[in-house]
């Protein structure tokens, strides 16, 4: 079927601190993994992806992480600013058709100075 | 320029109007869609065109009938709106075919409150 799970829906931490928010698909053949950032009133921006054929992709502050084997993909953030305070999204396409992208629920991330 | 550009960005009307809004993309993809994000946040596809094409009908009510005059603009009609209609509505866009999985690039939304 079509499902995303998104843990934690909420994540707490201190300015500078790591965080790290895990998404299952359920869609063994699904072979592209979007992170979407979306701050308070604004559009969703896509920040990483990761594509199947790959296990970890990192871009500065930001990895990615996937295991196919499990269907699991991770989002890392390092030395968390309070500027990465935010809504974040996983995603992963349903193979059933036509690059239709299956959002989990968000995770509202804040960073305390 | 705005990559994906939505109008109006709000929107406050009466239950039982029928209203429009409006997207178009300068990127030359060949994708383009419509979500809905609820008051919880949730994103959820709508409708998807592909070269004018409707490639993606999720269950959606029939009062909600999306028009791609060509691949660059998918605008959105909604007839009888209803108090469960408020929302915010995304319009994205993607290149290449139905297939690809491409990265998508959102519209500022369009916010819609029913009175």
């Known amino acids: 079927g079509e499902n995303v799970e998104q843990h934690p829906s909420t994540l707490s931490v201190q300015e500078g601190d790591s965080a790290v928010i895990k998404c299952t698909y359920s869609d063994s053949a699904s072979n592209y993994f979007p992170w979407y950032k979306q701050e308070l009133g604004k559009r969703p921006q896509l920040i990483i992806d990761?594509?199947?054929?790959?296990g970890e992709k990192k871009d500065q502050r930001i990895a990615v992480t996937l295991n196919k084997t499990a269907k699991h993909f991770s989002l890392h953030i390092t030395e968390t600013q309070p500027e990465d305070s935010a809504v974040y999204f996983c995603a992963a396409p349903f193979s059933g058709g036509y690059n239709k992208l299956i959002f989990g629920a968000g995770t509202r991330l804040a960073v305390h100075p | 320029d705005t990559a994906v550009s939505q109008t109006p960005k709000y929107l406050v009307t009466q239950m039982g109007n029928d209203k429009s809004i409006k997207c178009e993309q300068n990127l030359g993809h060949d994708t383009m869609y419509w979500y809905k994000q609820d008051s919880k946040k949730f994103l959820k596809i709508m409708f998807s065109y592909n070269n004018k094409e409707l490639i993606i009908n999720e269950t959606v009510p029939n009062r909600f009938s999306p028009k791609s005059p060509d691949k660059a603009h998918l605008n959105l009609h909604i007839n009888s709106l209803e108090l469960g209609d408020s929302a915010v509505y995304f319009c994205?866009?993607?290149?290449?075919?139905?297939?690809?999985?491409?990265?998508?690039?959102f519209g500022d939304g369009t916010r819609l409150s029913i009175l």
């Open positions: 990761i594509r199947s054929n790959v």
């Open positions: 994205a866009s993607s290149q290449g075919t139905a297939y690809s999985n491409q990265p998508q690039h």
